[in-house]
């Protein structure tokens, strides 16, 4: 018998994120090469969004989003690890499409 596929809808507010990997090491803007290991408190990380509840109104399917990855929901789909979060807790979102951004491109 063959299983039934169910796909994922998020509700209300919510946005799902897939995490970006982190490069094995950065280098700071005057070339200073930081480790893999080296870990900032408090750093924001930016993810894909993959998924929008219906209230959603800031962002959408595709979107780089900035947030903070501690103390989020994790889930796990097909061994890929994605994060689920009210879209208040999102603090930027990277568009082809702004009326009032930054002047800052990724």
């Known amino acids: 018998m063959v299983e039934p596929k169910f796909e994922i809808q998020m509700l209300h507010d ?3 994120i897939r995490l970006e990997q982190e490069a094995e090491e950065r280098r700071s803007g005057s070339g200073i090469v930081i480790p893999a290991t080296v870990k900032m408190a408090n750093r924001l990380a930016w993810g894909e969004v ?4 219906t209230n959603v109104r800031s962002v959408k ?5 900035l947030f903070n990855p501690e103390d989020q929901f994790e889930v796990e789909v097909h061994a890929q690890t994605y994060l ?12 082809q499409e702004t009326d009032h951004g930054t002047g800052l491109y990724l």
């Open 61 to 65: 399917v595709g979107d780089k989003v």
């Open 14 to 16: 919510r946005v799902m």
């Open 50 to 53: 993959c998924g929008v509840g």
């Open 84 to 95: 689920v979060m009210r879209e208040r807790d999102l603090h930027a979102v990277a568009t």
